[in-house]
């Protein structure tokens, strides 16, 4: 099903590696410079990739989450912040869809078709410094939130605050022209440097009665908390994505300038015994990275079209197989990004490269949230049968 579904979205493909291939001229100087990643989110809009997963019926392309995702990793392969960003935005694009009303469905959905519009956010409901209360029929917030990834360009702005009484956090979506909210500009992480993920101050910002999102219908339906999962393989294909490219870059080097070791007795590096093993293992680990990935993307698309009839122990179980698939290509990234240096020798480490941004990208977008704690879900559910709790982040 996989393979069927990606052979139709080729087109899509080819346009998401065209962008990619632009992007490539300046992928270094970029990521030196860091800032807001205008130039990245302007050839996404101007392609048309922004209603990706915007269902037909709503003007959109009506493309799977497998198509989605795919595009997603091809993207990353060239930039990681680019494969975040785009990601991020097809996860909010559906939010209206999966947490919102019916009402909130069809105009969010409407909205991103006709106005070509991109969305972020700075939900992160661990950060709980934005404050929500009522102002008559509307609402005011005031405060700081942390991890804006790209919102200080977007369109469609989705932020989370909490009011004080009330344990569950509040998701409200704002137009970008709503006054009041500051972006301090002070996202100067070493990786992940084009998503502009900055800190936000909120200064009395009207949120209107119909920009709360929810309650879904049925309200406690499994697939009101499904979109955290998807946004979860959606980071797995950051990853693969920025792993493929560590390993495409480093091929590419490879055969043109690293030279044999003087012990090797060999005249081409692609003729040295140890570096063909080094790349025999990194493919071979790759392959697997890309089936597992793949696979699980393919049971998510299931889910997803059952829609409001997905159960909690469907929910739980493809829970369990995308935390499989992220622990494990966190794991053969990270071997891949730092390993590309050993087969390619003491040169490729030269600032002009910016071979280290793979590793940095890398390192710095799967510390968002704990690897360890995916395993150890998937440990209580292989020994004890206990599904996940349901989380942001699960």
Not at 48 to 71: C, D, N, Q, R, S
Not at 370 to 384: A, M, Q, S, T
């Amino acid at each position: 099903m996989v393979q069927l579904l990606v052979k139709e979205s080729k087109n899509w493909i080819a346009i998401a590696s065209s962008i990619s291939s632009k992007l490539a001229a300046n992928a270094v100087e970029r990521d030196i410079k860091g800032g807001l990643p205008e130039e990245e989110i302007q050839h996404l809009r101007s392609e048309g990739l922004l209603p990706l997963v915007v269902p037909k019926e709503y003007g959109g392309i009506g493309a799977t989450w497998v198509e989605g995702l795919k595009i997603v990793q091809e993207l990353s392969q060239i930039d990681g912040s680019i494969g975040q960003l785009y990601g991020n935005h097809l996860n909010l694009t559906a939010l209206g869809h999966v947490s919102g009303t019916r009402e909130q469905k069809d105009r969010y959905y409407r909205e991103t078709a006709q106005k070509n519009l991109f969305w972020a956010n700075a939900i992160n409901t661990r950060d709980s410094r934005l404050k929500i209360a009522p102002d008559g029929e509307h609402f005011r917030v005031n405060g700081v939130k942390s991890f804006g990834t790209g919102v200080a360009i977007a369109d469609v702005r989705v932020f989370s605050a909490v009011q004080d009484g009330v344990e569950a956090p509040f998701l409200f979506v704002i137009p970008k022209e709503r006054e009041g909210v500051v972006s301090h500009q002070d996202w100067d992480n070493f990786g992940q440097r084009r998503t502009d993920s900055s800190t936000f101050t909120f200064h009395n910002v009207l949120v209107k009665q119909d920009e709360i999102l929810g309650y879904p219908n049925p309200p406690d339906s499994a697939f009101a908390a499904f979109l955290g999962i998807i946004a979860q393989l959606t980071k797995t294909y950051v990853y693969l994505g920025i792993a493929s490219g560590a390993l495409a870059a480093a091929k590419e080097y490879t055969i043109a300038q690293t030279k044999p070791w003087i012990t090797s007795g060999v005249e081409r590096a692609t003729a040295d015994p140890y570096i063909l093993h080094q790349y025999g293992e990194l493919w071979t680990q790759l392959q697997a990275a890309i089936a597992i990935a793949d696979r699980t993307a393919d049971r998510v698309q299931q889910a997803w079209e059952k829609d409001v009839n997905l159960t909690s122990q469907e929910r739980g179980e493809i829970a369990i197989a995308v935390f499989a698939a992220k622990a494990f290509v966190t794991r053969v990234g990270l071997d891949i990004t730092t390993s590309i240096f050993e087969v390619m020798g003491t040169r490729s480490t030269a600032t002009k490269h910016g071979f280290d941004r793979y590793w940095r990208d890398f390192r710095t977008f799967t510390l968002h949230d704990p690897v360890d704690y995916k395993l150890r879900d998937i440990g209580n559910w292989v020994l004890n049968q206990e599904l996940p709790l349901v989380t942001q982040y699960s």
